[in-house]
Structures are given as C-alpha cells and as structure tokens.
C-alpha cells in the first residue's frame, strides 16, 4: 500500500487485519507492560511487591468464584485453568503464613519459581479470561497455538524485563 501524504496512518489499515490477528496484537501489547514491570522488579529487588501479588491473587480468586458459582454443567474452568488460578492465590497465602517465620532457601527459591510462572503463564490466562468477557469473539479468535504463542512474547518481555533489572546497575544511573 503506498503512503500517500505522508501519513503514517496510511499505512496501517487495521480494518484488514483478521480478527485474531488484532486480538493477538493487543493481548501482546496489554500483557508486555505489565510482565515487564513485575520482571523488572523481580530482577532488582528479587520480589514481586505485594501491590501486584495482591491484585493477581484478587483476580484469579474471583474467576475462581465465579466459576464454582455457576452450575455444574456451566463452568468453563478447567482442571489446569484452575491450577494456574491457584498458583497466584497460593503464593499470596503463604507470604502471609511465613511472615514472621526464618525462611529457608529452598522456599525463597519456590516462591521465585511461583513468581516467575505468574509472570509468563498465570497473567496471560487472566488476560485471556477477562477478554473472552468482555468480547466472546475472542473465544473463537484465540486458538489454544496462538494462546503459546502470546505465553512466548510475554515471556520474552519478561526474560528481558528481568535480565535489564538484575543487570541495572551498569545501565541506569540517579
């Protein structure tokens, strides 16, 4: 398509694009910021502060509710849609449980570990459930390859978030 005017808007003609192309691209975009800024985190202070663990642990909560609330035959949820709602829960629970207690090691490293699968598979998924009420097409858009797919550019974003927190030292100055 040739740029006419010189308009940048010229060339790009979103009303052509499939619409799982544009449910791709926005669920890429909406999820990056904020995988970036909960890697980011991780990799300068080695946590994901609560403000965030308490609204993924909100959200994933109240899918859960949501979804044990409807009848049987009505619930869309899923064992394994159901362990990644946990996840989230699970780790704000247990920094609340360990707070005053000596932590070992090994249970910095899982909760680390927990923090990490939030970040790549847990948020997008909540992503995925709040798109597919707020438009129902979605359901139809996202194939189960092209949610991986959206799991992997998070990840990436995250990967770099993290590698740009834990190595802030030589690239950012006060």
Not at 8 to 30: E, G, Q, R, Y
Not at 49 to 67: D, K, M, R
Request: proline share 6%; glycine share 2%; aromatic share 14%.
């Amino acid at each position: 398509m040739p740029i006419t005017n010189n308009r940048l808007s010229d060339t790009i003609d979103a009303n052509h694009l499939p619409s799982d192309s544009k449910v791709f691209f926005l669920a890429c975009f909406s999820l990056s910021i904020p995988a970036w800024q909960l890697s980011f985190n991780l990799g300068v202070y080695h946590t994901v502060f609560y403000e965030y663990t308490h609204l993924i642990a909100v959200a994933s909560l109240a899918t859960l509710l949501a979804s044990y609330c409807l009848p049987k035959p009505k619930r869309w949820l899923g064992k394994v849609e159901q362990l990644l709602l946990l996840v989230p829960i699970f780790v704000f629970v247990s920094s609340f449980m360990v707070h005053d207690q000596p932590q070992s090691n090994l249970f910095q490293g899982a909760l680390w570990i927990a923090d990490v699968i939030i970040i790549i598979f847990c948020l997008p998924y909540i992503f995925y459930i709040i798109a597919c009420f707020a438009n129902p097409e979605v359901i139809e858009t996202i194939r189960r390859k092209q949610f991986f797919k959206i799991s992997a550019v998070v990840a990436l974003i995250s990967i770099l978030g993290f590698s740009a927190g834990i190595t802030h030292p030589l690239h950012m100055y006060c």
